[in-house]
């Protein structure tokens, strides 16, 4: 408990650093020194758009998440299908059977095939097609 009303003060204000800033301001502060970064002061300065590296511009891509579809097909039933964007990449699942499928070159939709084309998934909009042959729908 506080001796007097100074102390008291010294404590509120520790509190208020320890809610405010977080855990790493208390040596500093405990200790009555607060000292700045190794590598001394942060600088800021204004710089031109051509100035700014690529990946920090607000036109530069975003990578984006995976995200899941499930269609109902009339044959294979229910397929649950995961594309990646970023990786060019669609997983199929069918009850026990998943392939894994790489886009390749399509006109018209995103067109995805195994290593030998054998299987091709086909997607345009809310539709589907397996092998050219099957239309399933998204749910």
């Known amino acids: 408990m506080p001796n007097n009303r100074q102390d008291g003060l010294k404590q509120m204000t520790l509190r208020y650093v320890l809610v405010g800033v977080g855990l790493v301001a208390l040596p500093a502060f405990a200790q009555g020194t607060a000292t700045e970064p190794a590598e001394g002061p942060v600088e800021i300065k ?15 891509t975003k990578p984006r998440k995976p995200f899941a579809v499930r269609y109902t097909c009339p044959e294979s039933g229910r397929l649950y299908v995961v594309f990646d964007n970023a990786e060019q990449t ?3 699942e069918m009850g026990q059977t998943t392939r894994y ?3 390749v070159a399509s006109a018209d939709g995103g067109r995805y095939a195994n290593s030998n084309e054998s299987y091709v998934f086909w997607v345009k909009g809310k539709r589907a097609t397996i092998n050219g042959r099957e239309v399933c729908e998204a749910d």
């Open 46 to 60: 204004q710089v031109s758009v051509n100035e700014i590296p690529e990946q920090y511009r607000a036109t530069a």
């Open 90 to 92: 669609a997983t199929v």
């Open 101 to 103: 499928l790489r886009q």
